[in-house]
């Protein structure tokens, strides 16, 4: 079963940053696209960023420029640098291996707070 753990996450104010970590296991992860996703208090989940097997990225619009997804392999671990936070950006984030046409696994999240 392929496990996703989470961690990073935590209470910053706005302007600040954060780095979140995702470290895969039992899971083949250097052909596996992997994604986070964010969902805030009463809101959907929503997509954030993905990262291809190649490296290729992409970003929803609400957090491009400020966000950047990356991966070591080696480490079976994708990551969520996060700056210019902003209270919107509040919400518990998850760590997801595939596309937004195919997730196969979520990791169990982590919250972040950005405070005013």
């Known amino acids: 079963q392929v496990q996703l753990v989470e961690s990073g996450g935590g209470l910053v104010q706005a302007g600040g940053s954060l780095r979140l970590s995702c470290v895969a296991s039992?899971?083949?992860?250097?052909?596996?696209?992997m994604s986070w996703y964010r969902q805030a208090p009463g809101k959907q989940r929503e997509y954030v960023a993905i990262?291809?097997?190649?490296?290729?990225?992409n970003y929803a619009d609400a957090v491009k420029g400020r966000f950047t997804i990356s991966r070591d392999n080696a480490k079976k671990t994708v990551y969520l640098q996060m700056n210019s936070l902003k209270p919107e950006d509040t919400a518990v984030y998850y760590c997801?291996?595939?596309?937004?046409?195919?997730?196969?696994?979520w990791g169990q999240g982590t919250q972040v707070t950005v405070s005013s």
């Open positions: 039992r899971i083949a992860f250097s052909i596996n696209a």
């Open positions: 997801a291996a595939g596309n937004r046409a195919s997730i196969s696994s």
């Open positions: 990262i291809s097997s190649v490296g290729g990225r």
